[in-house]
């Protein structure tokens, strides 16, 4: 699904219109990733955790040449989701 497909959903379940939905989306994308650059998590109950972590310092081999290269250390995203969430992939199938 691409970005506009889920604005369209969002202004169709919320009852807002698509530009109003639009600037919604990017707000909340906009400040979830100002909150992850400032280090701090972001909690949404029954959907998940968004966090950063650190990957240290590694060195790869380069595919084409086969030359070892270094790879710094950086944050990354991570996302782990809530039981409900997961409950919600995986719904129980009664026997």
Not at 1 to 13: P, Y
Not at 54 to 79: I, Q, W, Y
């Given at each position: 699904?691409?970005?506009?497909?889920?604005?369209?959903?969002?202004?169709?379940?919320?009852?807002?219109?698509?530009?109003?939905?639009?600037?919604?989306?990017?707000?909340?994308?906009?400040?979830l990733?100002?909150?992850l650059a400032?280090?701090e998590?972001?909690?949404?109950?029954?959907?998940?955790?968004?966090?950063?972590?650190?990957r240290?310092?590694?060195?790869?081999?380069?595919p084409?040449?086969?030359?070892?290269?270094?790879?710094?250390?950086a944050?990354?995203?991570v996302?782990?989701?809530?039981?409900q969430?997961?409950?919600k992939?995986?719904?129980?199938?009664s026997?």
């Amino acid at each position: 699904m691409k970005k506009a497909d889920f604005v369209s959903l969002v202004a169709e379940q919320s009852g807002m219109t698509k530009k109003a939905s639009e600037a919604c989306v990017e707000a909340v994308f906009r400040t979830l990733g100002d909150v992850l650059a400032q280090g701090e998590r972001v909690t949404l109950t029954g959907f998940g955790t968004f966090d950063t972590k650190l990957r240290s310092e590694r060195t790869v081999c380069v595919p084409n040449s086969g030359e070892k290269a270094s790879v710094p250390a950086a944050r990354v995203p991570v996302f782990r989701p809530a039981k409900q969430l997961k409950e919600k992939l995986n719904p129980k199938t009664s026997h």
